[in-house]
């Protein structure tokens, strides 16, 4: 089984404009994020694909790999989509270019979903960190998502849910971490599938998996680190890195 990890990586971002260019303890956030990918040893490959040249410029720069993107994406999934197209590979993990503490253990447990699946029933695999701050739970930027018996997901939001109506009912809330893996199939599936109302609505790209049938896998991990999505995130992982 070929097992890569790619990296999407855009210059541009809503919420903090040259997120992934910024300082990180002397190194950029995505190089800092490319370079704990590789220090893990579980992929055959790591690559960032971006549609910056000042992207693609750091990791080749830097001794990486990058690959820079024909089309213009909307998503991450899509990016990746367009470059293993033509790969050989089995499995690809998508590491976010904001999430420079990527950790070992995690994905391989990612990994060990499909090499425990020989009949090939699911389709991608997630991390899921428990939360119990209540601000956490409640802010938008954190997606959260509720699972099956199984831990199979049933659905990702930026609202907290399950909605607390009662709150004795012993609820765990889960915050989903953007890393995931996925058959080279499932991913070019989504490649040619148009965006649907729910998906539009959350803007969270899991979920197009969902409305379209796909099982995704989701693996809990007890490493929280820090998704780099504002200047407050980053304060934070500059103060974590020390």
């Known amino acids: ?20 260019m910024q300082d990180l303890g002397g190194k950029t956030v995505i190089l800092r994020t490319y370079e704990a990918t590789v220090a893990t040893k579980l992929f055959d490959d790591v690559i960032v694909v971006t549609d910056s040249n000042i992207i693609y410029d750091e990791i080749v720069n830097n001794g990486g790999k990058a690959m820079m993107s024909i089309k213009e994406h909307d998503c991450g999934s899509d990016r990746i989509a367009e470059a293993v197209e033509f790969l050989d590979v089995d499995v690809v993990i998508n590491v976010q270019g904001d999430e420079p ?8 447990k990612l990994i060990e979903v499909f090499k425990n699946d020989p009949n090939k029933e699911v389709d991608l695999a997630s991390l899921m960190v428990h ?3 209540l601000d956490e739970i ?5 997606v959260k998502v509720i699972v099956d018996q199984e831990n199979f997901a049933l659905y990702y939001s930026r609202s907290p849910i399950p909605y607390p109506r009662d ?14 893996a996925f058959r080279k199939q499932a991913i070019l599936d989504f490649y040619k599938l148009p965006m649907l109302a729910l998906e539009a609505s959350e803007k969270i790209e899991c979920i197009r998996y969902l409305e379209y049938g796909k099982r995704i896998k989701m693996v809990e991990t007890d490493v929280q680190g820090v998704e780099i999505d504002t200047p407050e995130d980053l304060e934070r992982a500059k103060k974590l890195w020390k």
């Open 1 to 20: 089984m070929k097992i890569i990890s790619m990296i999407p990586a855009r210059y541009s971002a809503s919420r903090f404009p040259a997120k992934l």
């Open 101 to 108: 503490f990527t950790d070992e253990v995690s994905l391989a």
């Open 131 to 133: 939360i119990t701050d």
């Open 138 to 142: 409640n802010n938008p930027n954190t």
């Open 167 to 180: 709150k004795n009912a012993g609820v765990r809330y889960f915050k989903h971490k953007g890393v995931y």
